[in-house]
């Protein structure tokens, strides 16, 4: 009996003891599920050295002075300032942040390196946000008006807040919250509250370029878009001297890319395809200026998508190109035999084409007698094959060879499949045949429009690219910048031969051509080609006989182009042919192309005002946007002369009319230079600015900077005063130039400096 009771006691005293020890850890390893995509290990934490100063020790539990005033300095001053206790892994050098009641978060000291567009328009950065915790173990009481306060900030019920001050468990309240609500909620001076920094990385735009960007898991590496291809350099300043960053620049044009995205959601939609592709190419370069998929998914709320919506078609899904791949024969026709002449009818269809053993491939009608010309513009298989009899099917293979089919691209995304070449031993009648329409092979997307660039411009094949540039800046000054190579993988085609590939494809967009509608903005010198392809049955074999491709290539203008654009539909139900799904949709594209670039034939393409609108793409994700009072902003002014200015700027126009209205999504209200948190107003307020004069950015950040700049660029464009900004550094604006209520008289730029 006494053995049994000693057993008792030892089991509750093990109960006691555990429950102590957790209580005072809890903060310190428990909450590691809430901030896994910061915080180290177990293992990691324990390497960490030891805080010199008791009242920094990792298993107080005990509120403290100096913690405390920690987090009070945390949350005034804009830069986040942590403590000087410094933790060490094997690889990376962290600050050690002290928060009250003794919540640490192992953070790097410096951030990871922001994705831009071509005008320097964010579309990754890494911010620092902080997670709210309720503290149900504090019994001490809460009022009533301060729970519906709270609730209201945090936006939820009061109820279930008011229950959760019961609970006897630290709960979490709102992950990833603004500064401006964390420091609210700690004037509380409250125990019953925690608040805990974290480094959050942010997709500003939302679904936008989505499975190009990609995503980073909870250890801050990516996982995958660019944020995988380029991981080595996103996080080679991560525990670097604080104060460097990396900036990579990309060649997507973000206005293009949204004015897309609206257009080829709205078309997938109405045509109910499975999905949707646009790519737009610079001939120049080979570099991307916009990379459409639909559909597509949030990049702040990539955990709550099915896996499958990560799928970037345009490199990793494999299509037969059907009748666009007449046109590279037909190079190579011309290529070999130089005095072919492209009108010369000496072909004959009479609506199918018979192998010489037996076997038939049928032709889209009976065209009768073509030439090179009619073979473009009526996509005739019959006289595409009979054109290609003078050469042998390893002739053929070889041509696709050089063509690179079977081999990916080299564009720096990671995933990109390989496409499909069967080995020459492997070719018959049929297969020699069919290529030349374009079936047996396999090319993705992206394979298909460099391949098209090609053929339209110098007969080069060159590896296309998304980054132009890597710019590294200390303090927002610059220390070096170096851009991605551009550069021929091989020589394909002679100039003399593209020449005559322009002049056939103006053919392919005529009024009696399958391509006629991609003319129907107006637009003459347009080229291109439809292709209409049936969709491979991966499980039994063959093709599935109600789903198909609905493709156009084309370029513009016609005598140099500047511009390639790709449309796929997969699978659509509704007018699956390319002529009809896929040209009037490139049509609609082009309009933005042009009106971005101003493209004509007489002259280059240069950046100028945007489109008169901008159709927003939807988002599920919203985060309050807040910001300082301007006396708590402790941050020193930027002066010109310490600040380099980047000189990609977006040109965009500000009226000459009356003042204009903006409602900010997020809510918020200046008042000469006050900001109001949107809780505390009770109301969405409206903020009214004058369009002839600069208004005032102070203390926004990032993300609501960006979403002002969207709103003037909607309301604003085709006007004639035009406006340019620039935006240089991290954080919040803590300087402008010119001062706000400047007036706006011609041309000016707005440069907006970030700090913390």
């Not at 004058?690 to 950040?701: A, D, E, L, W």
Request: charged residues 20%; contains cysteine.
């Amino acid at each position: 009996m006494n053995k049994i009771k000693i057993n008792i006691f030892i089991i509750f005293l093990i109960i006691g003891f555990s429950t102590l020890l957790s209580r005072s850890f809890y903060l310190t390893l428990g909450e590691k599920s809430f901030n896994g995509a910061l915080n180290n290990d177990k293992n990691t934490l324990n390497q960490a050295e030891s805080p010199s100063s008791p009242d920094t020790a990792l298993t107080s539990n005990e509120p403290s002075d100096t913690l405390s005033k920690q987090l009070e300095t945390d949350l005034k001053q804009a830069g986040d300032k942590t403590t000087e206790t410094t933790a060490k892994t094997s690889t990376q050098k962290y600050t050690l942040t002290n928060k009250r009641p003794s919540n640490y978060a192992l953070l790097p000291t410096t951030q990871r390196g922001t994705i831009m567009d071509m005008s320097g328009f964010p579309l990754a950065y890494s911010e620092y946000l902080y997670n709210l915790y309720l503290d149900g173990r504090v019994k001490a009481p809460l009022n009533r008006s301060s729970v519906e306060r709270i609730a209201e900030l945090i936006n939820t019920d009061p109820k279930t807040l008011h229950d959760n001050l019961y609970q006897n468990r630290v709960v979490l309240l709102k992950r990833f919250a603004e500064k401006d609500t964390a420091k609210w909620l700690y004037n509380l001076k409250t125990e019953h509250f925690l608040i805990d920094r974290v480094l959050h990385r942010t997709y500003p735009e939302n679904t936008l370029l989505a499975q190009t960007l990609g995503f980073i898991g909870h250890d801050e590496h990516g996982l995958s878009g660019l944020e995988q291809y380029y991981e080595k350099e996103l996080s080679s300043f991560i525990g670097s001297k604080a104060g460097e960053e990396l900036r990579l620049k990309l060649a997507i044009d973000k206005h293009l890319q949204y004015n897309i995205a609206a257009k080829l959601k709205k078309k997938v939609i109405e045509k109910q395809a499975q999905a949707g592709i646009v790519i737009v190419q610079d001939i120049k370069t080979r570099s991307i200026r916009a990379l459409n998929i639909y559909p597509t998914f949030n990049l702040n709320h990539f955990t709550q998508t099915d896996a499958k919506s990560f799928r970037n078609n345009a490199i990793s899904y494999i299509i037969e190109p059907g009748s666009i791949f007449k046109v590279p024969f037909v190079a190579y026709l011309l290529e070999q035999y130089k005095d072919l002449d492209i009108n010369d009818k000496r072909y004959y269809c009479n609506g199918f084409y018979e192998l010489k053993n037996g076997e038939i491939i049928n032709c889209t009608g009976k065209h009768g007698a073509v030439s090179l010309s009619d073979i473009i513009s009526y996509s005739c298989n019959a006289g595409m094959i009979q054109a290609a009899e003078v050469f042998s099917k390893k002739n053929i293979y070889n041509f696709l060879t050089q063509l690179e089919i079977g081999r990916p691209t080299g564009i720096d995304l990671p995933g990109e499949e390989h496409g499909i070449l069967p080995p020459l031993k492997e070719w018959g009648q049929r297969t020699v045949a069919t290529s030349l329409i374009g079936q047996g092979i396999g090319v993705t997307p992206l394979q298909l429009i460099n391949t098209f660039s090609m053929v339209v411009s110098d007969g080069f094949l060159y590896q296309p690219k998304l980054a132009t540039h890597f710019q590294y800046y200390q303090d927002h000054k610059p220390l070096r910048e170096t851009k991605t190579p551009t550069s021929p993988r091989r020589k394909v085609l002679q100039s003399s031969t593209t020449a005559k590939i322009r002049q056939l494809l103006k053919h392919g967009v005529r009024a009696d051509s399958t391509g006629a509608a991609a003319k129907k903005g107006g637009y003459l010198k347009v080229l291109g080609k439809t292709s209409t392809s049936q969709v491979a049955n991966n499980r039994i074999g063959g093709y599935h006989i109600d789903k198909y491709h609905s493709i156009f290539a084309g370029a513009y203008p016609e005598t140099n182009p500047q511009f390639t654009v790709l449309v796929v539909f997969i699978s659509p139900k509704k007018e699956y042919h390319g002529g009809r799904t896929a040209a009037p949709l490139f049509a609609d594209i082009l309009d933005d192309v042009i009106l971005s670039y101003r493209l004509d034939d007489e002259r280059t393409y240069e950046t100028i005002a945007l489109p008169a609108s901008y159709p927003s793409v939807p988002s599920t994700h919203h985060t309050d946007a807040l910001s300082f009072d301007k006396n708590t902003l402790h941050a020193a002014e930027i002066s010109p002369e310490n600040t380099t200015i980047d000189n990609s700027l977006r040109t965009i126009p500000i009226p000459d009319s009356n003042p204009n209205s903006i409602t900010h999504a997020d809510s918020f209200t200046f008042d000469k230079g006050h900001r109001k948190h949107p809780s505390l107003a009770h109301s969405k307020s409206i903020h009214k600015f004058s369009t002839r004069s600069v208004p005032s950015f102070k203390g926004m950040s990032m993300r609501t900077t960006i979403k002002v700049m969207d709103k003037l660029v909607l309301e604003n464009s085709q006007r004639d005063y035009h406006v340019s900004y620039q935006l240089s550094g991290s954080g919040y604006v803590i300087h402008q130039e010119p001062p706000p209520q400047t007036s706006i008289r011609g041309d000016t730029v707005i440069k907006l400096f970030f700090g913390h």
